[in-house]
Each structure stands twice: as structure tokens, then as C-alpha cells.
């Protein structure tokens, strides 16, 4: 939000320049942003002066050029050479002198130097309107009044306006503060805490008057509730036309483009008392009749922008006897606004509501200023006061006449707060006693009514546009900013409690989890929950009909909760890569939601992503590619990490990967692990190999043991271990391979893995090598190769009759 300082200073005198203001707002919790210089006329005219024209005599060496003696007010007169064919002995003129800053038709700076032009010396320019950016007559030079002082600045006679503008970063919760009104209440209470009084100065509406009641326009309110108050006034023979400077210069100030004396007022009461209000040209009010209601779902209606936009059925509607006109409190009609033809005016002046306005708003993807001050909450009990104030601007520059009394339809009055504060409570948590009577000067100082004053606390009563103040908290809070949290003296003491842990709470495992991964170079993640539809169907696990849809979504592309944790981190993936950075090892902590004939159900995960290379080359080291069992190891290492030991490996039936496998524990999935399908990846412009690992957080939790781990010594004899090179079907996993060997040789067979998988044209059509790797452990003596053997010859004979393999 952009405040100006000369517009802050119509409000409260000021003491301090602008930067010093702006000190105190960040102060006040109001934090500045940036302070940028602002000028009615660009560059301000710095440089600029009244000349007087002495000589004027033709140059010697150009037909078009006058050689000229100008006083501008120095020691002697300065020689200037000037083209202009108006130019003239006795001529008062602007004179741009040595030095100046002049900007040209597309605002990029030049400067006037000392120079010859066809011999002649020349010691500034007399200028035209359009070069002093006052214009856009070229016709010849700018002649001023002849009573003018030659040295006299220019811009104290045009009256330039230059100010200091303040940008605040404004939270949503000030609604009270989208003014320079609202910015204005602030310094007077801060100002106070520094022992300045100063009176605040509002407009007065004394000369407000109604001068006839030849235009009636009736109102009608269908839903008080979304209109609680609604106000309105017709004015009538005004004259449409641009307005005067002093208000196009606050307007512009704040970066306010003006339209119009009518518009223009608009928008000024909106950024002086913060209070939306819109004019409609009373000819075109069918019926002259004002309705305030909702319309059917799919009424169409053409917004000023000329966006034809489809309605819903609770979006709040201003409509005459035919037809809508407003779109309430968001924006204005295509064809029922003020234009340079309108004669007559309904002015309105409403209190919405904001948590409609705010949907509305969103649902069409509008932001203006009006929706931005009504979707917080504009000060209910201005509504009829900001019109009057409107009104009296309106007639002053139009020349109309109020032609009808002020409608006000305020069914149910929006109360005020009324809110208890207890000092000890004040004290305990601001952390310091602030005096009793410095808490009280600061309450009144914020326009906050003092019901009761005893000596354990005070009886309050809250204004309706402080809606972010309804507790003693927020109450607190208002002492303790206006207070200053710079002057809370730091404690020598520090005290602190000690919560107990429980062993596998959830953030401690994941504390535990996450600085094992980092270790292993991987990165932590945060993705947004919201993701797109388009996802739905590229997998058997995300389905439309399973979404958890958004009612009021920002976007088409996050109007769902994702289902899966893979996409957003393939579109991180993506992002990562588009910048040159595909080497990537990431995790992320996150949810995923469903929702299913029974109810709607939160799914905890741990998502790990792998892709390119495991490590980069060098002079001593070839770059090594992530594969398979890298990945696979990574997932082992948590789970042996956690405690989790004894689970079984099989195939997974995921329609996510290409290869894969589960982890099961008690028939329960708790990890799965694989490559993903090169259509899924290439979906979302990954064109590298990624591994993915989705832990089920929630059975990990489950399985975490919780009793006190017990060791066993290391085996006393050594182990056995043995390869096959297997040629099998492409249907056959290892999964299947592994439970086969289990199953052969359950005694001595403590581990079989697979270490390498071998897939080429050389290979007869529809198969693949596998090379497993076995081992053998006897606790009670060391196993013989025969012994070893007679076991192999068993696996081999199992692998040809279950599974039709062959030995490569």
C-alpha cells in the first residue's frame, strides 16, 4: 500500500520529515517498505526559471536560429541560442539553465551543458511546453505572465507538487490502516508516546445539503446479511470533465491513474477514509430502482474490463429493474458507469461482507481496491459520512446538484467490541509492567472507549473497524506496539522448561530421519499440497473421483489436494533441471488426501527422489550414475535406522514404476521403491531415470520398536557366499526368485540379492539375466564347500523347475 506524506500531513501537523514518519510506522508495526520521491512534473523542474528575453537578434550562420541576451536573474545575462519562431524582445520565458535534468517523450533524461551551436556559444535553452513536461504544444517557446520576476523558479508558479512516498508492507489483519485516514490515527498515538500531542484533522461535511428531490432512485436490499449497510444519493446536472490538478496530483502520487472529476472523487475518498464507493449514471438505472441481491448461476454479466464472466449463485449483484449493473464491492459494469456524456449520478456508499466479497473476488480472479479493503473490512460506521464527504467534492467540481435525500439501510447496527483486560495478564506476557495510566493514554489514543478503570484491570469498548481486536490479546498486542517493543528492557535471567520426549514421537523421528539424509547429500523439499487435476488418471493410485476438490480454488492448476507425493517433486525435478541442475537427491515430509465413499482421509509419507549422478568426475574419479541399488540401500539404511528389521521384499503391482519393489511388515506396505515409468516422468518434461521411495509415515510409526534394543554377538564362524547368472522370462521378478530361495533353504540361507540385471538384443526375445548373490551362515560350525554345494545344486534345481531358468 503507497501512502503520501503530503496527503498523511492533511490529516495531522507533522513534526518530522518523511523519513523520520516512516521510522515511527515500522515502529507501529506498520513497516515501510521503501520511500521514493515524487513530482507532479518530472524532475520537478529543478533548474528551471523565469527568464527575460533583453536581445533577440538572427543568427549569423542559420536562417532558423536567434541568438538571445536573457536576465535570469544571475550577474549578467546569459547568451542562449533558440529556434523557436515565437521568440521575442520584452518576452518573459522559461529557461532551462546549466545543469537541468529535462526528460524527453519517453521519460529518459537529458541534460542541458554548455555548448556552441553554429558558432555560437549558447548557456541554456529556453524551452517549449512539451520539454518541460507541462504540454504537448511544440508550436514555440512558453511565454509567461509579464509580471514575473526574471530568476524566479518555475514550479512555485505552476505550483509543482513534489512528494515523498511511502510504501508499508500491511498485514491483513489492519484493515483499520488501508488509509492515509487509518496510517494518520497511528502516528497521532505513537506521536503521543513521544510527548508530541497532535490533533487529528478530519473533513468536515457541515456544508453537506440536499438542494432538491427531483431524481428518486429507490434501493431495495434482498440479503441484509450480505449487504448490512447500503447507502445512496443521486446528483444531478454535473458536468463531466477532467479534474483539477491538486487532485490528479494526489492521485498520481499514489500511482492512480485519474479518469474523470466523478471517478476521480471516488477514488480519492477511497484512499483518504479507506470507504469504497461507486457512481453509477442514473440514466442507465432501469426503473430507477437499486436492488441488491444474487442472481441464478450462470448469469451472464460484461465487467468493465469487457470480460464477459459467467455469475455464481452467491456472488452479490447491484441490479436495477432489469438487469445487473455491479458486481458488489469487486467492479463496476461495462455499461452502467460514468462517462463523459453522463448528466446524473447514483452515488453508493456500502458496508459487504467480507467473507463474500473475498470469494467473489477469487472466484473471478478480480483484485481491485475496492475488494481489497472490503474482503477486510472497511469501518461500517463511516459508510453515510465518506458519502456526504464524496458528495460535497463531487458538486464543488461538477457544478450538480444533490437531487434526492441519502438513502441509509442499516437493519441490524454492527456492534462494537466489548473486551476486559486484566493487568497482571498485560504484564505477564508483555514481560515488563508498563503503568496503569500510560496503558490507559494509550487506549484513548487508539479511539478506544474506557467503561471502567479499577486497579486489577480495565472494561473496554472496541471500535467496529478494529474487527482484528475482539480479545484481551489482541488488546496486548496494541499496547505493546504503540508502547514501543524497542523500549521492553531485556532480562539478565533466562527461563526455560523442558518438555519430556517420548521415544517415536512423530517430529523427533523425522528429526532423526532427515539429518540421516542430509548426511547421505540428499536435500529437504516443501511442496504446495494444491496441485492440478490433469493428474487424475496417469495412475491406478490418483483418480479423479478420488480428488479432495477445492470450493474456492486460486487457480485451475491448484483446485485439488494432491493424492500422491510424486508429482510435485517431479515437477521439482523439472525445475531443478531446467536450470542445469539434474544431478538431485531430495526428500520431502508431507500428506496426502483422498477422499472415498466413507469420509476423507490425511495419509503421512516420506518421499525420496534420486536422478543423475551419483558422484561427478574428475581427473581421479569417473562419474558414477545413480542405478537401482543405490536407491535401494538408501531405503534399507532408514528402516535399519529406525529399528524396523525382519520386514520381506517383493514385487510391486504400483502402476508407477517400471520396476519396483515392496517392503512388507506384518502384511503391511511400509515402503515401495522403484523406477518411474518414463511416460509418468516425460508427462512433466523429466526426460532422466528417476528412483522414487514413498514410505508409508504412518505404519513406520507403527513399527517403530519402542523397548529397549538387544544385541547378539557376531558370528564365530565365517560365512559362505555363492553367484548364480540366471536367464529367466522378463515376468519374473526377484521377488519371486527370493521367496523361492527362502523357501528351499530355510536353515543356513541367511541373504539373497540381486546384483545385477542384464537386458540386451543378444538375449533370445522376452528375456533377461539376472546375477543373484547368496549367503550362507551356520552358527555352530563353519559350512564346507561340498555342504555349500549340495545347497546351490538345490536352488539351481528349483529356479529351472519353478521358473524355467537356465544357468548363463
Not at 549558447?122 to 520539454?131: L, N, P, T, V
Amino acid at each position: 500500500m503507497t501512502i503520501s506524506y503530503n496527503w498523511l500531513k492533511q490529516f495531522i501537523d507533522l513534526p518530522w520529515d518523511a523519513e523520520k514518519t516512516a521510522e515511527l510506522l515500522t515502529d507501529l508495526g506498520l513497516e515501510v517498505e521503501g520511500i521514493e520521491e515524487f513530482s507532479s512534473v518530472k524532475g520537478g523542474l529543478k533548474g528551471v526559471v523565469v527568464g527575460h528575453v533583453l536581445e533577440c537578434e538572427q543568427h549569423s550562420n542559420a536562417d532558423r536560429l536567434k541568438v538571445t541576451k536573457v536576465d535570469v536573474g544571475g550577474e549578467k545575462p546569459l547568451q542562449i541560442v533558440c529556434g523557436a519562431p515565437n521568440v521575442a524582445v520584452g518576452q518573459k520565458v522559461p529557461v532551462a539553465t546549466i545543469g537541468t535534468t529535462l526528460y524527453d517523450a519517453e521519460d529518459k533524461p537529458w541534460e542541458i551543458k554548455k555548448g556552441k551551436i553554429r558558432g555560437e556559444s549558447s548557456e541554456g535553452m529556453i524551452c517549449a511546453e512539451d520539454e518541460l513536461g507541462i504540454g504537448e504544444s511544440h508550436d514555440g517557446i512558453m511565454v509567461l505572465d509579464n509580471d514575473l520576476v526574471p530568476g524566479t523558479p518555475l514550479s512555485k508558479i505552476l505550483e509543482v507538487e513534489n512528494d515523498t512516498i511511502l510504501t508499508i508492507g500491511l498485514t491483513p489483519n489492519r484493515a483499520d490502516a488501508m488509509s492515509h485516514w487509518g496510517v494518520a490515527r497511528d502516528l497521532k498515538a505513537g506521536l503521543l508516546q513521544k510527548g508530541i500531542s497532535k490533533k487529528l484533522d478530519t473533513p468536515s461535511t457541515s456544508s453537506f445539503k440536499i438542494d432538491n428531490r427531483v431524481l428518486k432512485i429507490g434501493v431495495q436490499v434482498e440479503d441484509s446479511s450480505l449487504a448490512p449497510r447500503y447507502c445512496g444519493i443521486t446528483i444531478s446536472n454535473i458536468k463531466v470533465e477532467p479534474s483539477p490538478a491538486w487532485l490528479q496530483n494526489r492521485l498520481k502520487s499514489i500511482g492512480v491513474a485519474p479518469i474523470n472529476n466523478v471517478v476521480d472523487v471516488t477514488n480519492y475518498i477511497l484512499h483518504d477514509l479507506g470507504q469504497p464507493l461507486h457512481a453509477f449514471d442514473a440514466a442507465k438505472i432501469s426503473g430507477n430502482n437499486v436492488v441488491v441481491k444474487t442472481l441464478p448461476a450462470g448469469t451472464k454479466f460484461t465487467t468493465l474490463d469487457g470480460v464477459e464472466r459467467e455469475l455464481h449463485e452467491e456472488d452479490l449483484m447491484i441490479c436495477d429493474a432489469e438487469k445487473p449493473m455491479c458486481i458488489a464491492g469487486v467492479y463496476g459494469g461495462l455499461d452502467s458507469g460514468v462517462t463523459e456524456n453522463t448528466t446524473s449520478i447514483f452515488l453508493e456508499s456500502a458496508y459487504f461482507n467480507p467473507v463474500s466479497v473475498r470469494k467473489t473476488a477469487k472466484r473471478h480472479g478480480l483484485s481491485t481496491d475496492s475488494s481489497f479493503r472490503f474482503e477486510r473490512g472497511v469501518n461500517p460506521n463511516i459508510t453515510d459520512y465518506a458519502l456526504r464527504h464524496a458528495v460535497i467534492l463531487i458538486t464543488q467540481l461538477t457544478g450538480g446538484h444533490v437531487s434526492s435525500d441519502l438513502i441509509d439501510i442499516y437493519l441490524k447496527k454492527i456492534d462494537d467490541h466489548q473486551v476486559v483486560l486484566n493487568f497482571e495478564k498485560t504484564n505477564r506476557i508483555i514481560g515488563e509492567e508498563i503503568p496503569q495510566e500510560t496503558i490507559k493514554d494509550i487506549l484513548t489514543s487508539l479511539e478506544i472507549k474506557i467503561n471502567n478503570f479499577t486497579e486489577t484491570g480495565i472494561g473496554m469498548t472496541i471500535p467496529a473497524y478494529r474487527n482484528d481486536v475482539t480479545r484481551d490479546v489482541d488488546v496486548i498486542e496494541e499496547i505493546l506496539r504503540v508502547y514501543g517493543y524497542n523500549n521492553i528492557n531485556f532480562t539478565q535471567k533466562l527461563n526455560a522448561s523442558i518438555a519430556p520426549i517420548t521415544p517415536g514421537q512423530d517430529y523427533s523421528v523425522q528429526n532423526k530421519i532427515a539429518q540421516q539424509l542430509t548426511g547421505l547429500g540428499y536435500n529437504e523439499m516443501l511442496n504446495n499440497s494444491l496441485t492440478t487435476p490433469k493428474y487424475g488418471g496417469m495412475s491406478e493410485t490418483v483418480k479423479d473421483n478420488y480428488n479432495v476438490e477445492m470450493l474456492n480454488p486460486l487457480s485451475s492448476d491448484l483446485s485439488v489436494m494432491r493424492q500422491s507425493m510424486l508429482f510435485s517433486g517431479l515437477e521439482t525435478i523439472a525445475y531443478n533441471a531446467n536450470r542445469k541442475n539434474s544431478d538431485l537427491k531430495l526428500f520431502e515430509f508431507g500428506k496426502t488426501y483422498h477422499k472415498f465413499p466413507g469420509g476423507h482421509i490425511e495419509n503421512k509419507h516420506l518421499a525420496l527422489f534420486i536422478t543423475g549422478f551419483k558422484t561427478q568426475g574428475n581427473w581421479a574419479l569417473q562419474e558414477v550414475k545413480t542405478n537401482f541399488f543405490f536407491g535401494k540401500g538408501n531405503v534399507s539404511a532408514i528402516l535399519e535406522r529406525l529399528g524396523i528389521n525382519d520386514y520381506s521384499e517383493t514385487s510391486t503391482d504400483n502402476d508407477i514404476f517400471s520396476e519396483g519393489i515392496a517392503f512388507k511388515k506384518n502384511k503391511s506396505t511400509i515402503v515401495e521403491f522403484g523406477i518411474v515409468k518414463k511416460k509418468i516422468a516425460s508427462e512433466l518434461d523429466v526426460d532422466a531415470e528417476v528412483f522414487y521411495a514413498d514410505f508409508n509415515w504412518d505404519e513406520v510409526l507403527k513399527l517403530i520398536p519402542l523397548k529397549t534394543l538387544k544385541f547378539q554377538p557376531i558370528p564365530k564362524y565365517p560365512g559362505s557366499q555363492r553367484d548364480f547368472a540366471l536367464l529367466l522370462d522378463d515376468s519374473v521378478s526377484f521377488g519371486d526368485l527370493r521367496i523361492a530361495a527362502f523357501n528351499t533353504e530355510k536353515k543356513v540361507l541367511k541373504e539373497v540379492t540381486l546384483f545385477d540385471v542384464y537386458k540386451d538384443k543378444n538375449l533370445p526375445e522376452g528375456k533377461k539375466s539376472y546375477a543373484l548373490s547368496f549367503t550362507f551362515e551356520d552358527k555352530s560350525k563353519t559350512l564346507t564347500d561340498k555342504q555349500v554345494d549340495k545347497i546351490m545344486d538345490k536352488l539351481k534345481r528349483t529356479f529351472e523347475n519353478d521358473f524355467g531358468a537356465t544357468l548363463r
